[in-house]
């Protein structure tokens, strides 16, 4: 069964001192406000609503957790960046991002979207600025790749690619669409890896790190 199919909602959270204790590995999925973050999730989950997805950019104010099959948990952090959210909210989102990126132990990852015709922002890069002292494993999807024409989808690829080659083996990158449903099988392959299961065996209990 794929990695991600069945997921199902576990608990919302607005605080970092709400966290649940930890059950299971985590892998994070982050990225800018519309980089496609909640459609990639429904598409890799094979679910139509498993994350909301909203045409108002910046609407994912709570950090989701969502249970995988395999014990581990797929957690939805909020977009970040959107201009028109107050600065309060913008702050605090900062805060919880930051503070949930950097201290959470039984977090194995961080799965980082990006539009692929906007990689990169200055956000982007204090994200990962953010995780890579951690010494965990970031992985960057490329996202809407179906804007690009297949030429300009592989330019921005090897772009990005050599643009973070610096922070070597610890960062990957992708090409994703939700529209086509290409890149799930190569995401799942990458997450199952930190997660020390087979894509297609996703079954067996994972442990959070030191458990």
């Given at each position: 069964?794929?990695?991600?199919?069945n997921?199902?909602?576990?608990?919302s959270?607005?605080r970092s001192?709400a966290l649940p204790?930890?059950?299971g590995a985590?892998v994070?999925?982050?990225g800018?406000?519309n980089?496609?973050?909640?459609s990639?999730i429904n598409?890799?989950?094979?679910?139509t609503?498993?994350?909301y997805?909203?045409?108002?950019?910046?609407r994912?104010?709570?950090?989701?957790?969502?249970r995988?099959n395999?014990g581990a948990?797929?957690?939805?952090l909020?977009?970040?960046?959107?201009?028109?959210?107050p600065?309060k909210?913008?702050?605090?989102?900062?805060a919880?991002?930051?503070d949930y990126?950097?201290?959470?132990?039984?977090?194995?990852g961080?799965?980082?979207?990006?539009?692929?015709?906007?990689?990169?922002?200055?956000?982007?890069?204090?994200?990962?600025?953010?995780?890579?002292?951690?010494?965990?494993p970031?992985?960057?999807?490329l996202?809407?790749?179906?804007k690009?024409?297949?030429n300009?989808a592989?330019?921005?690829?090897f772009?990005v690619?050599?643009?973070?080659?610096?922070l070597?083996e610890r960062?990957?990158?992708?090409l994703?669409?939700s529209l086509?449903?290409t890149?799930?099988e190569?995401?799942?392959?990458?997450?199952a890896?930190w997660?020390?299961?087979?894509?297609?065996?996703?079954?067996a209990?994972v442990?959070a790190p030191?458990?």
């Amino acid at each position: 069964m794929p990695l991600f199919r069945n997921a199902t909602f576990e608990i919302s959270i607005a605080r970092s001192d709400a966290l649940p204790p930890p059950h299971g590995a985590e892998v994070a999925f982050a990225g800018r406000s519309n980089a496609g973050k909640s459609s990639a999730i429904n598409t890799l989950a094979g679910h139509t609503r498993l994350a909301y997805v909203s045409k108002t950019p910046g609407r994912t104010q709570l950090i989701n957790f969502f249970r995988l099959n395999c014990g581990a948990a797929l957690v939805d952090l909020p977009g970040y960046g959107y201009a028109q959210v107050p600065e309060k909210i913008r702050r605090h989102w900062a805060a919880l991002l930051e503070d949930y990126l950097t201290r959470r132990e039984s977090l194995v990852g961080l799965v980082l979207m990006m539009d692929a015709r906007h990689p990169l922002t200055p956000l982007d890069r204090a994200m990962i600025g953010w995780f890579v002292p951690t010494g965990k494993p970031i992985h960057v999807m490329l996202t809407k790749s179906d804007k690009l024409s297949r030429n300009e989808a592989n330019k921005t690829l090897f772009a990005v690619r050599r643009d973070l080659q610096e922070l070597g083996e610890r960062v990957s990158v992708q090409l994703f669409s939700s529209l086509a449903k290409t890149g799930v099988e190569e995401c799942e392959a990458v997450v199952a890896g930190w997660l020390g299961v087979a894509p297609g065996a996703a079954e067996a209990p994972v442990k959070a790190p030191g458990k």
